[in-house]
């Protein structure tokens, strides 16, 4: 698809989210000029087909891809619940403690079941107990896709079930202070009332955490339309309870004020279908035209702003020599001895040149086209 018909199109998506989560019916002049094979294609790429399903069947449009992907988000979120209850019971047998994230709390604000749809399940746990998790895992015939890798371990089960338990919410590798403000995490944790090892966040870490990880992405690969609906989401449910005044310390201390405060912003601009800027109207575009999980161009263009400091020399040094804490999330086996560090960077060397060559390759020609 053209871009100029993925923006169009990406346009009608957001003003169709807009109107189902706020429970409102799409204006008859809208639904008219929808080009619904190709809004769904734009949907798909933003994992919003289900919450578009829901606005079109409100002015009594039953198109049969969108129907069959929100009838199929429901089933998965139906299952990735009662499996994650299921997890969590086996962690509280074997006494370890855990906190269930993001999605697994987010998909119950939204107005309707299904209506957010959901990849996988993330859950922290006890970091010192990764292999017991393991375990746990492969009992209950999971295959376990990655383990010791990063900051967390990846399991699947057909049909659906996938799990990422996390020993960390970030790892040492990503850019600013994510990793030192949410490293020792617990402590600001909430016992759970209804449990023995459960734990939650206050509303206001809760807030903390989400925009953490979603700068995180933005300043990765970038992050699609989807991370703007659930600020907004949350916002409706908690703006007027949290207290503002801590969260503006912490998000000092995060170095991310700047971008709480425009995300927030746009956000409460598009659902509410105000008027946008110029400013925001580029800032929208950027999150639009980086889909759900971003792309290589975004990834090469952020890489020389933040981790070059927007020299592409300085990009590239750090590409193929990456600092330690980096080195350590991407070959964690160099963690047993520093005598490996000049061995990891050879042999991350030839995996790119080897097994990640097209990744590399297409890397490298974003470069040369910045």
Same mark, same amino acid.
């Given at each position: 698809?053209?871009?100029?018909?993925?923006? @169009?199109?990406?346009?009608d998506m957001i003003y169709l989210t807009a109107c189902v989560i706020?429970?409102?019916?799409?204006?008859?002049?809208?639904?008219?000029?929808?080009?619904?094979?190709?809004?769904?294609?734009?949907?798909?790429?933003?994992?919003?087909?289900?919450?578009?399903?829901?606005?079109?069947?409100?002015?009594?449009?039953?198109?049969?891809?969108?129907?069959?992907?929100?009838?199929?988000?429901?089933?998965?979120?139906?299952?990735?619940?009662?499996?994650?209850?299921?997890?969590?019971?086996?962690?509280?047998?074997?006494?370890?403690?855990?906190?269930?994230? &993001?999605?697994?709390?987010?998909?119950?604000?939204?107005?309707?079941?299904?209506?957010?749809?959901?990849?996988?399940?993330?859950?922290?746990?006890?970091?010192?107990?990764?292999?017991?998790?393991?375990?746990?895992?492969?009992?209950?015939?999971?295959?376990?896709?990655?383990?010791?890798?990063?900051?967390?371990?990846?399991?699947?089960? /057909?049909?659906?079930?996938?799990?990422?338990?996390?020993?960390?919410?970030?790892?040492?590798?990503?850019?600013?202070?994510?990793?030192?403000?949410?490293?020792?995490?617990?402590?600001?944790?909430? &016992?759970?009332?209804?449990?023995?090892?459960?734990?939650?966040?206050?509303?206001?870490?809760?807030?903390?955490?989400?925009?953490?990880?979603?700068?995180?992405?933005?300043?990765?690969?970038?992050?699609?339309?989807?991370?703007?609906?659930?600020?907004?989401?949350?916002?409706? @449910?908690?703006?007027?309870?949290?207290?503002?005044?801590?969260?503006?310390? /912490?998000?000092?201390?995060?170095?991310?004020?700047?971008?709480?405060?425009?995300?927030?912003?746009?956000?409460?601009?598009?659902?509410?279908?105000?008027q946008l800027t110029l400013e925001d109207k580029r800032l929208l575009?950027?999150?639009?035209?980086?889909?759900?999980?971003?792309?290589?161009?975004?990834?090469?263009?952020?890489?020389? &702003?933040?981790?070059?400091?927007?020299?592409?020399?300085?990009?590239?040094?750090?590409?193929?020599?990456?600092?330690?804490?980096?080195?350590?999330?991407?070959?964690?086996?160099?963690?047993?001895?520093?005598?490996?560090?000049?061995?990891?960077?050879?042999?991350?060397?030839?995996?790119?040149?080897t097994v990640n060559r097209k990744k590399v390759g297409s890397e490298? @020609?974003?470069?040369?086209?910045?």
């Amino acid at each position: 698809m053209e871009k100029r018909e993925f923006r @169009k199109n990406a346009a009608d998506m957001i003003y169709l989210t807009a109107c189902v989560i706020n429970n409102k019916k799409p204006r008859q002049e809208r639904i008219d000029n929808l080009d619904l094979p190709k809004l769904f294609e734009v949907c798909q790429k933003h994992i919003l087909t289900a919450c578009v399903a829901y606005a079109l069947e409100s002015v009594g449009i039953k198109d049969n891809d969108f129907t069959q992907a929100k009838e199929k988000a429901i089933r998965k979120n139906i299952l990735l619940d009662a499996e994650r209850g299921n997890i969590l019971r086996k962690l509280e047998a074997e006494k370890i403690w855990y906190m269930p994230l &993001k999605g697994s709390l987010l998909h119950d604000w939204y107005p309707k079941l299904g209506m957010r749809q959901m990849a996988d399940n993330d859950i922290l746990v006890d970091s010192e107990k990764m292999t017991k998790v393991r375990d746990i895992f492969l009992e209950s015939r999971y295959i376990c896709e990655h383990f010791g890798q990063g900051n967390h371990d990846v399991y699947f089960k /057909e049909p659906v079930l996938n799990f990422e338990m996390h020993s960390s919410l970030f790892s040492s590798a990503h850019i600013g202070n994510l990793y030192g403000y949410f490293n020792n995490v617990k402590a600001r944790l909430i &016992k759970d009332k209804t449990n023995d090892y459960g734990y939650h966040f206050s509303d206001e870490d809760f807030y903390l955490f989400m925009l953490a990880h979603e700068y995180k992405h933005f300043t990765g690969g970038g992050t699609g339309v989807r991370s703007l609906v659930d600020t907004y989401i949350f916002l409706c @449910k908690f703006k007027s309870s949290l207290d503002w005044g801590y969260l503006n310390a /912490e998000l000092d201390k995060l170095g991310i004020a700047d971008f709480e405060r425009s995300n927030r912003e746009l956000a409460i601009k598009v659902f509410t279908l105000k008027q946008l800027t110029l400013e925001d109207k580029r800032l929208l575009d950027y999150y639009v035209m980086s889909e759900t999980y971003g792309n290589i161009d975004n990834v090469v263009r952020n890489g020389v &702003k933040y981790r070059g400091k927007g020299s592409k020399i300085r990009y590239l040094i750090y590409r193929f020599f990456p600092p330690i804490s980096f080195l350590e999330g991407s070959v964690p086996w160099v963690k047993k001895s520093k005598l490996l560090i000049p061995v990891a960077y050879i042999y991350r060397f030839f995996r790119g040149a080897t097994v990640n060559r097209k990744k590399v390759g297409s890397e490298f @020609k974003q470069l040369g086209n910045q």
